[in-house]
């Protein structure tokens, strides 16, 4: 199997070393960007002068249409999301074959008129002896993905276009088409190469693997494997290999038996590289699953760690990535600090981590930073001793610290500690001590740190609202999860949200959900993400009586507002909380306690953000 290089970035370079170069010149530059310059200049091709017409006429698009027939007619399904997701972010969806033309178009949003005029259209052809550098022509140039930013492209017409372009490969690994997202420059998003090289590469699976892709069960396994380090087949029983995961496709077939390939016939030990691995074999109905976990070479055999984080919902491959590498983090010493917008679910991860540790059997203890004044979270954090101030209790109190020995410490909204309790916690890291509240007796402790924050850290770091000391401790093992409107998997989520609310409500089986209630689903930017979701369907459930419908949904839009909107994609994670609070003060009708509840913070906590993000509440 042919390995997958790793994707090519044009950044732009200026506009004088644009034009150096069209003068004959070798400005200093991105060696990158100069090599694929220099080869649209030995094609021949123009940079100053309008990009040639090039578009094939009907008959030749149908011919070559015909060639990828089972991919073309995949894709209107299998891209369906993306589109959607797409054009709402004005960015048009090419697939194109190897000579770059372009063979379906979906989407475009506001940038379908400009699309047109760039000739970004079906039939166009985009191939680097025709354009330039490009991020299609360029792909199938370098057959690797490419993001060719503005003025990286080699034509004048182009400098006003952003591309993410990724190949699509056979079973084998050659390349057979290109899948390809463009917009304006100024709508420069770097998720969106995330979103469009995960699109290829679920066209890509359902092309290679076609039977899989109608069985659900297999479908999510091999999503799954996709994202694996660990080397893994599909076999049939008679042996015939039906699927093997990137890891496995890296050994080039070493570990392959010369018999047929069954799993009675596997070893149960092979050694690859000095390596030595353990074959497991485990029937996936109606396949047999086989996996090769590495053998530890320790004088005391480990314990395996957990393979996944319970509870958390995965089919999305940035989840799924962020879910991976937590069960991986899981069983070592290493703090975690999660970023990820309000209602994600960094809680839940959280806990996923602490039940995959060693730490299981001892408590898992919360505590939001943001839900307490000033003056009372360092008490909430460390305890109280007997006196500590007027109105403590008698005896004195335990803080979470304390709470949490032997266990799991999770710190929501980390960056909303004050300074002065940021240097305690810093000198608690440092060995496990700490003083209570008024006290002056030392209390050691020992617990697993993990955090949470939807905020800029290092942003505030660098404005002096954040120790760079203490980032640097809590900072051990970084993970995110993306907000609901970046991910692919929202039917699936729905799904199994449903499933969990219908059985809390003890509920006979799962409603449907209309046609029209999924379009209102799937339209909706979920700015409250998870927890927004989930109250939603919580809301149709009741209402709910056969089937879900739109009636049954609460009203998702914002006052004022018209219909359901979409952040800004290039949004940062500042703006997208300061956004979601005035959303929440706009649906609540300016009541801030309702606002707060609907946010899961404090009354406090929602004054403060107002504050922050110049929110008037008078």
């Known amino acids: 199997m042919v390995s997958t290089p790793a994707p090519l970035l044009l950044a732009a370079p200026s506009q004088s070393h644009w034009q150096r170069f069209v003068d004959g010149a070798d400005p200093d530059m991105p060696d990158d960007v100069m090599h694929a310059w220099r080869r649209a200049r030995a094609l021949g091709v123009s940079p100053d002068a309008p990009t040639p017409e090039a578009v094939v006429d009907e008959t030749s698009l149908r011919v070559r249409r015909g060639q990828l027939d089972r991919l073309v007619q995949d894709a209107d399904g299998v891209l369906a999301e993306a589109a959607r997701r797409l054009h709402h972010r004005d960015h048009v969806l090419l697939l194109c074959d190897l000579d770059g033309v372009v063979l379906r178009r979906w989407a475009g949003g506001a940038f379908a008129p400009e699309a047109d005029a760039v000739r970004l259209i079906e039939g166009s052809v985009w191939a680097e002896n025709v354009r330039g550098t490009n991020a299609i022509g360029t792909a199938v140039a370098e057959r690797r993905a490419v993001i060719c930013q503005g003025r990286a492209h080699f034509s004048r017409d182009h400098h006003s276009i952003i591309c993410y372009a990724q190949m699509i490969r056979d079973l084998h690994g050659q390349p057979v088409a290109v899948l390809d997202a463009t917009a304006r420059v100024d709508r420069v998003d770097p998720g969106l190469a995330r979103l469009v090289f995960g699109a290829a590469r679920d066209l890509e699976l359902v092309g290679q693997h076609k039977a899989l892709a109608d069985v659900p069960h297999l479908w999510a396994a091999v999503r799954l494997l996709e994202a ?229 850290l290092p942003a505030m770091v660098a404005d002096g609202r954040f120790r760079e000391d203490l980032f640097y401790r809590i900072r051990g093992a970084t993970l995110s999860l993306p907000p609901v409107r970046e991910r692919r998997d929202v039917r699936g989520l729905v799904g199994a949200l449903l499933e969990q609310l219908a059985r809390t409500q003890r509920l006979p089986q799962v409603p449907p959900v209309s046609d029209a209630a999924w379009a209102q689903l799937l339209a909706h930017s979920w700015p409250g993400n998870v927890r927004e979701l989930k109250h939603a369907l919580h809301h149709a459930l009741v209402l709910q009586d056969g089937v879900i419908e739109p009636r049954h949904l609460p009203d998702l839009s914002v006052p004022g507002a018209g219909p359901a909107r979409r952040l800004p994609a290039a949004s940062s994670l500042a703006d997208v909380e300061g956004d979601a609070v005035r959303a929440a003060l706009a649906a609540a009708g300016g009541n801030v306690s309702a606002a707060a509840r609907s946010l899961g913070i404090a009354r406090s906590s929602l004054y403060r953000k107002a504050k922050r993000y110049g929110i008037d509440l008078t």
């Open 228 to 456: 694996s380090d660990t080397p893994a087949w599909l076999v049939e029983e008679n042996g015939r290999q039906v699927y093997a995961n990137p890891a496995a496709r890296g050994l080039h077939h070493a570990v392959q038996p010369a018999a047929p390939f069954s799993s009675s016939l596997w070893p149960e030990r092979v050694t690859i590289g000095g390596q030595a691995f353990q074959c497991v074999c485990e029937p996936l109905d109606p396949f047999v699953l086989v996996r090769l976990e590495p053998v530890l070479s320790m004088v005391r055999a480990a314990p395996a760690p957990p393979r996944a984080i319970s509870g958390m919902y995965a089919e999305d491959p940035a989840v799924v990535e962020t879910v991976t590498k937590a069960a991986r983090f899981a069983p070592t010493t290493l703090p975690v600090l999660l970023l990820a917008e309000t209602g994600t679910g960094k809680e839940l991860l959280a806990r996923g981590v602490h039940a995959a540790s060693p730490r299981r059997a001892g408590p898992f203890v919360a505590l939001n930073c943001g839900a307490f004044p000033d003056g009372l979270v360092e008490a909430e954090l460390f305890g109280t001793a007997d006196g500590a101030f007027t109105g403590a209790r008698r005896g004195g109190r335990a803080g979470r610290v304390q709470q949490a020995n032997g266990g799991t410490l999770f710190l929501d909204e980390v960056a909303e500690l004050p300074v002065r309790v940021q240097a305690s916690l810093l000198r608690f890291l440092e060995d496990g001590t700490f003083f209570a509240v008024g006290g002056d007796a030392p209390v050691t402790v020992d617990v697993r740190l993990v955090c949470a924050t939807c905020r800029d």
